[in-house]
């Protein structure tokens, strides 16, 4: 799997370009913003988008998904239908962050736990992630060993869950049972910020270390 990190948004929000280097077949993961910014890289990469993955309903990783989906006449995939509620509210989260307003959205298909997404002859597994959001979802890509984990885990942090159904244990459960479970090897791509593993985050993150047995 080929992958290039666009930052999009005044959040710095990495927006995912993937594909397939046998089929040139391609995905674009929580395009968020800068519709034109990332058409530009499309292009530049020579590749045809085929689909748009979405990890979770927050307006910086949703913003330019529908416009996108229209230009490439492609769906939109996730997240996991508990987020509906975010993606119906986007106006109103464009008014919270003074942000361009955005128009609700429904997607083509939502995904679940267990969902497999084909790019090409590329396969990515879908985890249910909550506790950031309640429908929030991860892609794994086994062969590749990478993750694209939204804002479930960020490189020495998690995500917030002071949002509308936030849960941080929820959020620490999913990032303990279903993410380092994955391999010390995996690495990931965040939200936000730089890249990753799931053994560097268990051996470093202070939100992941066990607390110290009481003396």
Known sequence: MKYH????????QNCSLIWCEHTQQAALV??????????AEVARRGVTLSQI????GHLDHVGAAAELAEH??????????????????????????????????IPTQWLAEGDEVKVGEM????LHCPGHTPG??????????????????????????????GDHQALINAIRTKLLPQGDDMGFIPG??????????????PFLREAPPPR
């Not at 929580?30 to 058409?39: N, S, T």
């Not at 993955?53 to 979770?56: A, F, G, K, P, V």
């Not at 396969?123 to 879908?126: A, I, M, P, Y």
């Open 136 to 165: 929030h979802i991860v892609f794994i890509n086994q062969q590749a060993r990478l993750a694209l984990v939204g804002d479930v885990l960020f490189n020495g942090g998690v995500g917030r869950s002071d949002f509308p159904r």
């Open 192 to 205: 936000h910020g730089s890249m990753s593993s799931f053994g560097h985050e268990r051996q470093t993150n």
């Open 30 to 39: 929580d395009p968020g913003g800068d519709a034109e910014k990332i058409k």
């Open 5 to 12: 990190i666009i930052p999009v948004t005044a959040f710095s």
């Open 53 to 56: 993955l979405l990890t979770h």
């Open 72 to 105: 490439y006449q492609v769906p939109i995939l996730g997240p996991d239908k508990e987020d509906a509620f975010w993606l119906g509210g986007l106006p109103a989260q464009s008014q919270m962050f003074g942000l361009e307003e955005c128009a609700p959205l």
């Open 123 to 126: 396969t990515l597994k879908v």
